[in-house]
């Protein structure tokens, strides 16, 4: 009989329990507990906020810059998506001072997803769509729950997908850029589904603009693992589990957090491409000193 409790360890040959209705039925029992279980809430940190319906909020205030300024806190948030966000915690974001949103949503997740904010607030949102066209969100699905997935697929994937998040889409990093620079546009927050990978990368690239160091980017960028740790455990191990583990966690986790090894790999094609971070903000992004003045003016104390 399947441990309900590890129910992995009765099944020698996974696709044995699809002939077995008792392991079968007590495995979808398994993983549905699983899918069902609450995930814990995201732990204290001195930039996140704390708001019901999102998970990381935080304040880019406080950071460093090469040549020994800050960012002004109060001027820069990012986020998750803020669809679970009620009227009172939506008008909490407006008392943030926030009067512009970036949403790095696709068309179709608006479609699915409308931003709660622009419904019962008067805040300003821009969508600035980004997406991997690499990642087929159904195809994905039947390759975990088939098996078909090697070693290190997964995490390739979204290396190649960071790549093109930093040079297929400058004229949407160029506008991020120009908007904040700009009178009015700030402050603002910056919001994709998760607040993780598209939003992780262009706020990667708005620090690096205002010359914090990348190291400390990095360790940014990484935070969000500390905010989706429960999530991603919770979601990996019910993919798996509808596999009939014949997909790793370890893989499905790829896919749910960040790496250093993807952000690195979007700053490598910069570099390869338009020789430093500088050339990129010159010639991909057609940035110009003064535009980068004003927004470090703006933004640095």
């Known amino acids: 009989m399947l441990n309900i409790l590890n129910p992995q360890s009765a099944i020698r040959n996974p696709r044995s329990a699809i002939r077995d209705p008792k392991s079968l039925s ?24 704390e708001l019901a319906g999102t998970r990381n909020l935080r304040d880019l205030g406080g950071y460093s810059t090469i040549d020994g300024r800050q960012i002004k806190k109060g001027l820069l948030y990012r986020s998750d998506h803020l669809k679970r966000v009620s009227r009172r915690n939506a008008e909490a974001v407006v008392a943030l001072g926030v009067k512009r949103v970036y949403d790095l949503r696709t068309g179709k997740e608006h479609e699915r997803d409308p931003s709660r904010l622009a419904e019962i607030t008067s805040l300003e949102v821009v969508s600035l769509p980004i997406d991997c066209d690499l990642i087929d969100p159904y195809a994905v699905a039947r390759r975990i729950l088939g098996g078909d997935v090697e070693e290190g697929d997964f995490q390739q994937l979204m290396i190649e997908c960071y790549r093109g998040y930093a040079l297929n889409f400058t004229s949407e990093w160029s506008s991020l850029l120009r908007d904040m620079a700009e009178p009015g546009g700030l402050p603002a927050l910056i919001h994709c589904t998760y607040g993780r990978d598209r939003t992780g990368v262009s706020v990667a690239i708005v620090l690096r603009s205002l010359g914090v160091p990348q190291e400390t980017v990095l360790e940014d960028y990484l935070l969000s693992n500390t905010f989706w740790e429960s999530e991603a455990s919770r979601l990996s191990c019910f993919a798996s589990c509808a596999s009939f583990f014949q997909t790793p ?18 700053f490598a094609a910069i570099d390869e491409k338009y020789g430093s971070f500088e050339g990129y903000l010159q010639e991909g ?6 535009t980068l003045e004003r927004l470090r003016s703006t933004l640095l104390e």
């Open 26 to 49: 007590v495995l979808v029992v398994a993983c549905l507990l699983i899918l069902l279980g609450c995930a814990t809430a995201p732990p204290q940190h001195p930039s996140r906020i």
């Open 285 to 290: 992004l057609g940035i110009d000193e003064a």
């Open 249 to 266: 966690r370890s893989e499905v986790r790829a896919l749910m957090e960040v790496r250093p090894e993807y952000l690195e790999a979007a």
